[in-house]
């Protein structure tokens, strides 16, 4: 059974880091693309970072570029999103997401989602 | 980027119904299209990708079609537990971007 669990989320400051997780199982890992897409508190769907299987290709939505950079550990079995820079508007469930193969193609499986909030 | 236009945002019908959700899409993308059912304080599930095509273990009540811009969500006989928002969702290029959703409640 395909399992993909966020951790890492929580309260942080404007301008401060976070570094959220995503423990992988259930599939061959380093076979496909792994995304984030965050949902902002009774807001819709939005696309964050996407990458490869094996980190050739990294992808950033224009609203992170610069602060969020996306990561794995394919030894590990895990996906990581780095955020820095936080803002206010940052505020959101963040979920991983895996595209069904290894290029743009559908999310086939989501974890249960990690909240971030962004407050002084 | 490509938009993706959803209509309705929110719709409200009985149990039994026809319900029809469209999205339209800036530019064509030919079937890279998905559906996605989220339901509340839950991740998104893919219900159908490549335009009509239904994921397994997906009820046949739901089904989609369309190709280019235009495309239709169809849930055949909406029942007490479809109640959630659905999600169009491109993939012909990047940046994957969603619809705005449309919320489907039972009246």
């Known amino acids: 059974e395909v399992q993909l669990v966020e951790s890492g989320g929580g309260l942080v400051k404007p301008g401060g880091s976070l570094r959220l997780s995503c423990a992988a199982s259930?599939?061959?890992?380093?076979?496909?693309?792994m995304n984030w897409v965050r949902q902002a508190p009774g807001k819709g769907l939005e696309w964050v970072s996407s990458?490869?299987?094996?980190?050739?290709?990294?992808y950033y939505a224009d609203s992170v570029k610069g602060r969020f950079t996306i990561s794995r550990d394919n030894a590990k079995n895990s996906l990581y999103l780095q955020m820095n820079s936080l803002r206010a508007e940052d505020t959101a469930v963040y979920y991983c997401?895996?595209?069904?193969?290894?290029?743009?193609?559908?999310?086939?499986?989501w974890g249960q989602g990690t909240l971030v909030t962004v407050s002084s | 980027d490509i938009q993706m236009t959803q209509s309705p945002s929110s719709l409200s019908a009985s149990v039994g119904d026809r319900v029809t959700i469209t999205c339209q899409a800036s530019?064509?993308?030919?079937?890279?299209l998905n559906w996605y059912q989220q339901k509340p304080g839950k991740a998104p599930k893919l219900l159908i990708y490549?335009?009509?095509n239904l994921e397994t273990g997906v009820p046949s009540r739901f089904s989609g079609s369309g190709s280019g811009t235009d495309f239709t969500f169809t849930i055949s006989s909406l029942q007490p537990e479809d109640i959630a928002t659905y999600y169009c969702?491109?993939?012909?290029?990047?940046?994957?971007?969603f619809g705005g959703g449309t919320k489907v409640e039972i009246k």
């Open positions: 997401a895996r595209w069904a193969d290894d290029r743009p193609s559908p999310f086939d499986y």
């Open positions: 259930g599939f061959t890992f380093s076979s496909y693309s």
């Open positions: 990458i490869s299987s094996s980190s050739s290709y990294i």
């Open positions: 530019q064509d993308i030919s079937n890279y």
């Open positions: 490549d335009a009509s």
């Open positions: 969702q491109q993939y012909d290029n990047l940046p994957p971007l």
